[in-house]
């Protein structure tokens, strides 16, 4: 078979037929309602063309609503406050290396060129609130350059995604699923045929509708995390058993259907897992928050050899793949911080950490030695393990594995100490549609732009290659989203 006939191209959409008539038109058709595709609406309306965004869940904000609300904004006055020294260069070579160079660097670019701005826009044309006195650092990165929004969740800003919307009489319909992307006999997407009154899981639910797009349809459905099937079709490791951040709506129907109709799509397989949640938890929960904003960032992680394993602040599949490397030996992977240190979160993200205590989800310990007996760690190595870790911090110097050690990090020498067990889950999809700098999807059997369809955030790839680091998703979503809205809206 030639490539046309295994991923189909303008011929793969015989199966969906331009309809005889169009129950409805628009100018822009926005598939998902996550920060890309709120941000892709807002800038198609101010575009002047009439948008509306559909939603297949019965409530608006998909992954974006229960993020962790954290955003690189390389510049913002956060990092200038703490005295720290960044560009968008470095940013980029963050972003590069971690990917492994699989990243489009101009993708890379063009998102670091625009981390600065992209946080302005949030604060000053959507009114979002970040904590002014934090600044924070994800693995990967070489220093921190992330803010905190203030209520610690990605609803700070989907929210007012959706207040803006409001205000432009942009409606955001919910229980809309599509079922099919049209194509012409020409390779251009005409619309959709959509399923309204849609009832998740329910695939014969809602009515068939078919929605005309006349300038375009723009492709922010995200990922496919829950998806178990579709999942291990692309990584067999990543089974049932394995817990995922992600909302139930994190499918793979719209990754299937771009394939059916001609989308090249890369690197489906890099299916990133998070290091730092919590076994305690469901889903994404609270506890990555102390694992990462308090132990990876101002104290350390070990084993139940009481051992470090791994760099705190490597790269989220350095770590998650540590972590799992060292539970089929048998050991539990457990991070450590102390009551001085944990300071930073507390400013951050006030009374997370009280609740998580409260919730039995981080243990709050006297002594190193409580610490040790609560999850059966080698008292004598973990007290040799924090000894070796403080002259580290008193050096600004990590000879075992060398991590940045923040400015502001202090000795663990004495608690109260606080500690909870860690357990990857799986996460986030780097790979997806391949499109231009003009959000544009590629046609697999042309290698050219799709007329009339652009996408965005995680259902697109080229911006994170392997890795994503933490704290990106947020930017490439709302840079690339508002890219994808402006430029379909002004399609010919």
Not at 462 to 482: E, K, M, T, Y
């Amino acid at each position: 078979m030639g490539v046309a006939g295994l991923f189909g191209g303008a011929a793969a959409t015989a199966s969906a037929k331009v309809p005889a008539k169009w129950d409805e038109t628009v100018d822009v058709i926005v598939v998902g309602s996550g920060f890309a595709g709120l941000a892709a609406a807002i800038e198609a309306h101010k575009a002047g063309a009439k948008t509306i965004v559909l939603e297949k869940m019965p409530t608006a904000g998909g992954n974006s609503i229960i993020n962790g609300g954290i955003l690189t904004a390389t510049g913002c006055p956060q990092q200038k406050k703490h005295g720290i020294k960044d560009s968008p260069e470095l940013l980029a070579k963050d972003m590069l290396v971690a990917g492994l160079y699989l990243n489009n660097p101009d993708k890379v670019k063009f998102l670091a060129e625009h981390a600065l701005s992209n946080y302005e826009w949030t604060v000053k044309e959507l009114g979002v609130e970040y904590n002014p006195d934090s600044i924070g650092q994800e693995g990967g990165h070489s220093v921190p350059r992330y803010v905190f929004t203030k209520n610690g969740s990605g609803s700070a800003i989907v929210s007012k995604e959706l207040a803006k919307l409001k205000e432009f009489k942009v409606p955001v319909r919910t229980r809309c699923y599509v079922k099919h992307i049209i194509r012409d006999d020409k390779g251009r997407v005409l619309g959709l045929e959509v399923l309204d009154g849609y009832r998740f899981p329910k695939a014969d639910s809602g009515k068939t509708k078919f929605i005309r797009a006349n300038k375009g349809v723009v492709l922010c459905y995200g990922g496919f995390s829950r998806d178990v099937p579709y999942r291990t079709m692309q990584d067999p490791k990543l089974v049932a058993s394995l817990d995922s951040t992600n909302q139930l709506g994190a499918t793979s129907e719209l990754w299937r259907e771009t394939s059916r109709i001609g989308c090249a799509q890369v690197q489906n397989d890099w299916i990133q897992c998070t290091p730092w949640n919590n076994p305690k938890e469901k889903g994404m929960g609270l506890g990555w928050t102390f694992a990462q904003s308090g132990a990876a960032e101002y104290g350390l992680w070990v084993n139940t050899d009481g051992k470090r394993f791994v760099d705190e602040l490597a790269n989220r599949k350095v770590r998650a793949d540590a972590i799992m490397a060292e539970q089929n030996e048998g050991r539990r992977a457990v991070a450590i911080c102390t009551e001085e240190n944990v300071k930073a979160l507390n400013v951050a993200r006030p009374g997370t950490l009280a609740k998580l205590v409260e919730q039995k989800i981080v243990g709050k310990y006297n002594t190193l030695e409580e610490v040790a007996a609560a999850f059966k760690i080698n008292v004598e190595n973990l007290k040799k393990t924090v000894a070796d870790f403080n002259k580290a911090v008193e050096s600004k110097k990590d000879p075992e594995f060398g991590r940045y050690i923040n400015n502001e990090q202090k000795p663990l020498t004495s608690g109260p100490w606080y500690a909870a067990e860690m357990s990857p889950k799986v996460h986030h999809c780097m790979g997806g549609l391949v499109t231009n700098l003009d959000a544009q999807v590629i046609d697999i059997s042309t290698d050219k732009p799709i007329p009339g369809l652009y996408a965005a955030g995680e259902a697109t790839s080229g911006v994170h290659g392997a890795v994503r680091l933490g704290s990106c998703a947020i930017l490439d979503c709302l840079v690339n989203g508002r890219v994808a809205g402006e430029k379909c809206a002004k399609a010919a």
